[in-house]
């Protein structure tokens, strides 16, 4: 794009009043679409005017334009710190189809490639750089970078920032510099997850200032959240993979031999699914990253190792085989799924032995003790979200300070749990704790209650308390279930420390005192296999639109293959099925169509049109209004 005309700089920054630019005028020749959506207008607007920014917006919300539209109208280069080189490598392949001079220089990039790259970055011939911290804080790229011309500097996957984030990385922190080595350009820090502490911490760190931050909510409506305690992991996965073939997913699982246990067997299952983790050599993951990148219909199985270089859009589902670490890695996992803004889902599986796992991690872990308590407290809440009988949306959003109605779409909304009167088995629970001495874990608290002997009972004369037998009216598991529910009420504290001894909080006792009304939920028992209907793109258009829609995939894939790239930075699924929808018959009526820039339009423009007439023309239909 044709950058505003600027005189040399000095080696202070010392720009003249940039060229005003409209912002829509970008939105709509280089990305082709329409107009802004929710804040970006108001944060655009704020960044070119030469201040700081921190921005915290969903997944999908379009982040990305904030800094990218800004870079295009503010003299000089923007200079874009990203975590991953793979994340960097899509977004500037998806740039520069739209016609953006984009590069990253990272360590794949050697000799006279980055020689020349460099020579770009000193005449100012880039509108957008990309490069890791590490890079970037290396003294040889400050000091090369402090002559060039910068429009702004943006600090995307923000929270890595903080050390109480759940993607913490050291190397974030460094970038606390910048404020010295750049004065006069503006920051603008970028992240969808990021809970009130987090995001306290980010606008301290980078000085960006309070007075700077734009908090766009949480809610991603498009995503259906669902969660499960295991019974049969391969069973409840394969019940939820089975309506979804053909489309692209991804599957988390807490451990490296996992992943390629469920990658075998969903493949033996007739799925496609490919393993990824950090056990494997490098060369196999990136193999695997590229062609879930590259390929339609194909479900990754990873650690969460996968996941933060990936700006692929048509990610249809997320399913967690384990429990998560908290609900701010729940939230960016699953926010992974549906960017492109079409209908998503998820599902979250959990049982003890996750559980167990995961408060063992932490106490385990060398991190100080209040980092520590900190991480518990974010499993608790995480464990509060699973056993939740509200809506789930509600539960997660609540977590980050936002809120909203019931949903309707989520499993809770679709399929209330059935729910009692917990008011009973709760004191039952409680004072059972308590007369065992708030110091035994669950295994034999709820042995006590269903009036099992054994030498460890009988040795602590356990069988002659007056709750010895009491709890018989509930089996094992559902007795398991109760105690994860209290534990997420918060009448019951978990000694990770004490091997997981179970005591009675504040919060507890007063339940005790009180009598309050409490009410649990009922242990769900395996289904039969659950019909789901498709809610991919197609699932939005008439039934007569899905022929069109699948040949201009079709199309789309052959064009990328021939150039290299992931089918979707050349266009997203919602610009094809907007296509299918409308029938554009000329350039005119293409341009109208959201995601179709200028660039995208004359390079592609033709070869969409012919797919749209050639099918109609076999059809033979008329050209719709």
């Not at 295009?72 to 500037?92: F, H, K, N, T, Y």
């Not at 490639?113 to 590490?134: C, F, H, N, T, V």
Request: hydrophobic share 40%; proline share 5%; aromatic share 6%.
């Amino acid at each position: 794009m044709q950058k505003p005309v600027i005189r040399e700089q000095s080696s202070s920054v010392d720009l003249c009043p940039p060229v005003q630019v409209d912002p829509l005028s970008i939105l709509k020749t280089v990305f082709g679409y329409p107009a802004f959506r929710g804040r970006q207008r108001e944060i655009i607007d704020h960044v070119i005017a030469g201040n700081h920014a921190f921005v915290l917006m969903p997944t999908g919300g379009g982040k990305s334009l904030c800094y990218q539209i800004p870079a295009l109208a503010r003299p000089g280069i923007g200079l874009v710190i990203s975590p991953l080189i793979a994340l960097m490598e899509d977004q500037v392949a998806a740039l520069r189809q739209a016609g953006v001079k984009a590069a990253a220089l990272n360590s794949r990039l050697w000799g006279a490639e980055k020689d020349l790259l460099w020579r770009d970055i000193e005449q100012s011939e880039l509108d957008l750089l990309y490069m890791a911290p590490e890079t970037l804080l290396k003294p040889e790229t400050l000091d090369r970078l402090t002559s060039a011309q910068l429009s702004l500097i943006a600090i995307d996957e923000a929270h890595c920032v903080s050390q109480w984030g759940h993607d913490f990385r050291p190397e974030y922190r460094a970038l606390s510099c910048l404020a010295d080595r750049f004065p006069g350009v503006p920051r603008i820090a970028l992240t969808a997850t990021a809970d009130a502490p987090t995001r306290a911490e980010i606008v301290e760190h980078l000085n960006i200032g309070v007075e700077n931050s734009f908090v766009s909510g949480f809610d991603r409506p498009n995503i259906r959240y669902g969660a499960a305690e295991k019974t049969s992991t391969t069973q409840q996965m394969l019940r939820f993979l089975e309506p979804r073939r053909g489309e692209s997913g991804i599957v988390y699982c807490l451990s490296k031999r996992k992943t390629e246990d469920v990658a075998a067997t969903l493949n033996a299952h007739g799925l496609t699914a490919l393993p990824y983790h950090a056990g494997m050599e490098m060369k196999a993951r990136e193999a695997n990253q590229r062609r879930f990148q590259h390929e339609q219909g194909l479900i990754m199985v990873a650690t969460i190792a996968f996941g933060m270089g990936i700006d692929k859009p048509d990610v249809r589902f997320v399913l967690h085989a384990d429990l998560p670490g908290s609900i701010e890695a729940f939230y960016q996992e699953t926010g992974r799924a549906g960017r492109d803004g079409l209908p998503a889902e998820t599902l979250m599986l959990y049982g003890a032995e996750d559980i167990a796992l995961r408060r063992r991690f932490i106490d385990e872990s060398d991190a100080p003790d209040a980092r520590k308590r900190t991480e518990r407290r974010k499993l608790d809440a995480l464990l509060g979200f699973a056993e939740s009988c509200q809506c789930r949306r509600q539960v997660l959003l609540r977590y980050f300070g936002d809120d909203c109605d019931a949903c309707g779409n989520c499993d809770v909304c679709l399929d209330p749990p059935e729910t009692f009167d917990g008011s009973i088995a709760a004191q039952k629970l409680l004072s059972c704790i308590y007369r065992t001495g708030e110091r035994f874990g669950q295994a034999h608290v709820v042995s006590v209650l269903l009036g099992e002997l054994d030498e460890r009972i009988e040795r602590l004369d356990h069988d002659k308390l007056s709750t010895f037998g009491i709890g018989k009216e509930h089996d094992r598991n559902a007795w398991r279930s109760i105690v994860r529910q209290l534990v997420a009420h918060g009448l019951i504290t978990v000694d990770v420390a004490g091997h997981g001894g179970l005591s009675i909080s504040p919060q507890g006792r007063q339940f005790l005192r009180e009598k309050t009304p409490l009410s649990l939920r009922v242990l769900k028992k395996a289904k039969p296999d659950r019909k789901s209907a498709r809610r991919d793109a197609t699932g939005a258009l008439p039934a007569a639109d899905h022929g069109l829609f699948e040949k201009l995939r079709a199309k789309r894939l052959e064009l990328a293959r021939s150039q290299n790239v992931p089918p979707y930075v050349i266009f997203h699924d919602k610009t094809l099925a907007e296509m299918a929808a409308r029938r554009p018959r000329s350039m005119a009526d293409l341009g109208a169509i959201p995601g179709v820039g200028e660039a995208k339009r004359a390079r592609y423009g033709q070869a969409f049109l012919e797919v749209v007439n050639g099918h109609d023309a076999r059809l033979g239909e008329a050209p719709r209004a």
